[in-house]
């Protein structure tokens, strides 16, 4: 395409100029980190989950037991149809898909009750204490998810399963119900306790952003309070609801430890739980079968919520921060609704702690009276008689070295995560409107719909070959951080594209026209202006890699133990001391963690979690 | 020692839109060209397109003798190296470093000494005459004062061509005025070829030695600021430039030198254009009296504006709206009976189908 003005140039001298053209595209910075982020995110993202479905469609040599005439290495629909037709299908699939979704729908609704009205009452009243309840809404997040569980099981347990029974029953002498001890009841409590942060985070900004003048408009054309929040309020903040549906929602389906601490020793299996227990048998075929079923949830109720929403923007609450102005009096009610609140917040972020601690000063489980209290679970000298004879969480050099594991993974993987944000945000913002850069927008968003287990499920069968230039990475330290960057890739995206798009392209620019190149642009202009999402996207990845279970139980083994899954290894073995003292040095680290470095300038969950 | 820079069948699209359309241009060493029209249409795309910022569609770009832009060879110099210094709209200084720092850090990539640096940081503030705030960082300097940083950035690695987007659309009127007098006479010493960017014609008359108006990614018109306001191309560059506007005025011609407006006939050479004409005549080229003269209209006293050095006076017959300027505070009352005087030289004529000036 020349222009008519110019005269056409010989054949070579055009050559030479397609090709200038195409060396310069190539090499204009935002384009090759495109392109790497492409080729990384190919072999995180796109070849396991093609491995996890291939493994679903072939026979394994452990098939031969099941499958008369099967021959390993050849295809077959023998997993899905077992999964899925036969009367073990009924057991280890159907029931625990309806266990998943009763679960996550009920986890969900008591995470939106909570978190949703929290967040009305702290934005839109004038509550005392309103800062108080604000930090104390993000405390669940910083902890396990599990430990809500592992407190219930201290608080609840019933003597049932043979096991010791728990404070309640010690102190009435009423063993509780079973319902209430054990199955989707406790777990429904125990996840939508620890997971309502998201709902108020999300809410909240969204009240904050509403402009009060709209509810004033329909106050003054004489509608009702209540009809204000139905009708105009409510309305308003339906993409922030959708948003923290999705993503207690998804949650919450990919949970393990909560199912697997209140749920498995009843045999209420979860979709979660089944595919553990199936991996573990070696049952790799049907293992990923559930793993793709969960994954197709996920993605059935984060594209359903695009539909409802119609943009993939549904974070974005609603424009402009407007002035705040009305407020709700609660009058009389003040004091008292504070308390409540505050009393409610504590119980549930700080009395599991509690209980859970106090539990580790017990020499024998079930057991409340002072005579059986003991410190040999934290500073014990390991007497063979107590818990086969290990020494003491604090001088156990196991515990050690799991905790060296969980720090070393969470600060590697905070920081390889937080700097691909920053890369992935410059590829994507720089190539605003290019396919490129669209693709690689739409990659990054992949490991959000796969649920935590599955995405561990999906690295079992990577890398236990070398692939391309990778060694075999099956069993090591490496490949539990290359999971848990993969898995955070979509939250640091996003976190790193709202850091770059702060950053406004004229100083960029005006590095460009003053002689800098992109190296230099980047170290001396885009990083330094970034690197608060630098710190922000660290510390939430940091916090939720330190606590993080469903993605790497799969994957750890004795060698890259962290305090996560020795948690639960320590339940699972009854040993309930050592797995809730363990979750308390974790939160202790986590605590710890947190406090150094939001000493750097700026650094907030908020931030991270791109609001 | 100033550079031309030549501009040849340059367009630029943005999907659908054309923002800059098949632009031929050469600015002449030491001027000072003003892009100038409303938003949108083109005038900083074309500029970011010769800065090197945006990657044109076609044609070529030449500062001085080198080609840094051609699409049919394939070459596209990167912005640093083509040897131009912008100023942008929101300063774009650096938010981490100091004065001392945004202005040096183009100086380190041409390797300068310290003790070179620090002499030309002197003077680049000197010139801005901001001296004194070599340590500050952007945050904490107004408006104003952040603009002359910009500027002083630019000036301090000596590029050969000055490239301005709206540099003074963020700052006050009073600010503005000042910087006008401040840019113009920066123009003048360094002599440097400067390309600047506006949608205020009154910015663009005061500063520019050429304007080129523009719409829809078109140069309309390209001249002299005395040109421009005198004799504009059309009727688009005729209603955007001057302020009160342009009175246009529909009418037909009547032969040779008659011109019909419909209410009343003004006498003046048609230079043989013929059929339905469009009249542009400024407001100030219009004389006013309060009492009939001979070739005068009579006309109404619609609305008086006075405003210190000039009055505004809008002229009714019938439904036809005259602005008429005149210097001092105005006597006139409104409803009171007015006669107006067009001065046959002073008028434009336009062909009202194609918006064309009928050139004499």
Known sequence: ?611 | MATTITINHLTKRFGNVTAVNDVSLVIEPGSFLTLLGPSGCGKTTLLRCIAGLEDPDEGEILVGDKLVFSKQRGISLPAGNRELGMVFQNYALWPHMTVYKNITFALEIQKLSKEQMDKRVKEALAEVQMSDYQDRYPREMSGGQQQRVALARMLAYRPKVFLMDEPLSNLDARLRMDMRVELKRLHHDSGATTIYVTHDQLEALTMSTYIAVMKLGVIQQLGTPDRIYHFPQNLFVADFIGNPKVNLIDGVIKGKNKVDLGKFEIAMPTHGASGDIVVGVRPEDISISTKPVPGGVEFSAYSVLPSGAESTIIAKLGDLEITVKEIGISKIKMDEKIWLKFDPDCINLYIKETGNLVSS
């Open chain 1, 1 to 611: 395409m020349t222009s008519a003005a110019f005269a056409p140039l010989p054949l070579q001298q055009r050559a030479l100029a397609k090709w200038r053209r195409f060396f310069r595209w190539v090499t204009s910075p935002h384009v090759i980190l495109a392109i790497i982020m492409l080729f990384l995110m190919f072999y995180m993202v796109i070849i396991p989950l093609f491995r996890m479905v291939m493994t679903t469609i072939t026979y394994a040599e452990n098939d031969v037991r099941y499958a008369p005439g099967a021959v390993p290495g050849v295809f077959t629909a023998f997993h899905w149809l077992r999964m899925l037709t036969t009367k073990i299908g009924a057991v280890m699939t159907y029931q625990p898909m309806l266990h998943s979704l009763v679960v996550s729908f009920g986890a969900t609704a008591i995470a939106f009750l909570i978190g949703g009205s929290l967040a009305w009452m702290v934005v839109r009243t004038d509550l005392p204490y309103r800062k108080v309840i604000n930090v104390l809404a993000v405390v669940p997040y910083i902890m396990p998810s599990w430990t809500i569980a592992m407190a219930w099981k201290v608080l609840f347990n019933n003597g049932t399963l043979g096991g010791v029974p728990g404070m309640l029953m010690y102190f009435t002498g009423v063993p509780p119900p079973d319902w209430l001890a054990y199955g989707p009841v406790p777990i429904i409590i125990a996840s939508g306790l620890h997971y309502y942060t998201f709902f108020y985070l999300f809410i909240s900004a969204a009240l904050m952003s509403i402009d009060s003048s709209l509810e004033e408009a329909g106050e003054l054309a004489g509608a009702s309070r209540f009809r204000i929040l139905g009708k105009i309020t409510f309305p308003l903040i339906i993409p922030a609801l959708l948003s923290g549906f999705i993503m207690t929602f998804s949650k919450v389906m990919g949970t393990f430890g909560g199912p697997n601490v209140l749920g498995v020793p009843v045999r209420y299996y979860t979709l979660s739980t089944m595919i553990r227990t199936n991996i573990t048998v070696g049952a790799f075929g049907d293992a990923f079968v559930l793993a793709i079923i969960l994954i197709l949830f996920s993605m059935t109720t984060i594209s359903l919520n695009q539909r409802i929403v119609g943009t993939r923007k549904s974070y974005e609450t609603i424009g402009g921060r407007g002035f705040m102005s009305q407020k709700t009096k609660l009058r009389e009610w003040r004091g008292v609704i504070a308390a409540i609140i505050i009393t409610f917040q504590i119980v549930v972020a700080v009395g599991p702690l509690i209980l859970l601690l106090w539990s580790t000063f017990m020499l024998h489980t079930g057991d409340y009276s002072l005579s059986n209290f003991t410190t040999a679970h934290w500073i014990g000298k390991g007497d063979p008689k107590i818990n086969s004879g290990e020494p003491g969480i604090l001088l156990n050099p196991a515990i050690y070295r799991g905790a060296w594991n969980s720090i070393r993974l969470a600060v590697s993987t905070a920081f390889f995560t937080a700097f691909l944000g920053i890369i992935l945000g410059y590829a994507i913002v720089k190539g605003r409107g290019t396919r490129l850069a669209k693709l690689t927008e739409q990659l990054a968003f992949i490991p959000y719909v796969i649920p935590g287990i599955a995405f561990g499920a999906v690295y079992i069968t990577m890398f236990t070959k070398p692939v391309g230039p990778i060694p075999p990475l099956y069993g090591t330290f490496a490949l539990l951080v290359v999971v848990s960057v993969a898995k955070h890739i979509p939250y640091s995206s996003r976190s790193g594209v709202s850091a770059m798009l702060q950053v406004g392209r004229e100083l960029e620019e005006a590095a460009a026209v003053a002689g800098a190149n992109s190296w230099k642009r980047f170290t001396r202009i885009i990083f330094p202006l970034t690197s608060t999402g630098f710190v922000s996207g660290f510390t939430l990845t940091f916090i939720t890699t330190m606590r993080e279970l469903s993605l790497i139980i799969l994957l750890v083994t004795p060698a890259t133990q962290v305090l996560a899954s020795m948690t639960m290894r320590y339940s699972e073995n009854g040993s309930e001391q050592q797995a809730n003292a363990v979750i308390l040095v974790l939160v202790a680290l986590v605590l710890i963690g947190n406090l150094i470095i939001s000493q750097f300038r700026g650094g907030s969950l908020k931030k991270g979690l791109g609001m």
